[in-house]
């Protein structure tokens, strides 16, 4: 069990960036499995990027490729998620997880961990 918080979300205009960053308590992040979802309104919560506990493995869906980078720190057991290029559809509230490695459902499923998500919000 991993507490998470998420931070860095906000107003932004269209094609502009942010950076949010999940904060995990304990000293074993590096033996979790992290990733960011995203829920927009209207729709159900989905994927967005995720990394193994090493960040030697990241996977991310196709909305995303090319403008959001995942990235963790394990010395200071943050977990982050570049976002360049923002659209207004990437207007979500945004999510960290996290999962013991070995549990299953590879980088993009089966998390069991939660923070209480960041809104971010992309304006035209």
């Known amino acids: 069990q991993v507490q998470l918080v998420e931070s860095g979300g906000g107003l932004v205009l269209a094609g502009g960036s942010l950076r949010l960053s999940c904060a995990a308590s304990g000293r074993t992040f590096s033996a979790y499995t992290a990733a960011w979802f995203r829920q927009a309104p209207g729709k159900e919560r989905e994927f967005v990027a995720g990394t193994t506990g090493s960040g030697g493995s990241t996977t991310y869906a196709d909305s995303v490729k090319g403008r959001f980078t995942i990235s963790r720190d394990n010395a200071k057991n943050t977990v982050y998620l570049e976002m360049n290029s923002l659209k207004p559809e990437d207007t979500a509230v945004y999510y960290c997880?996290?999962?013991?490695?070995?549990?299953?459902?590879?980088?993009?499923?089966?998390?069991?961990?939660w923070g209480q998500g960041t809104q971010v919000t992309v304006s035209s």
């Open positions: 997880s996290a999962k013991f490695r070995g549990y299953g459902g590879g980088l993009t499923g089966g998390y069991d961990n």
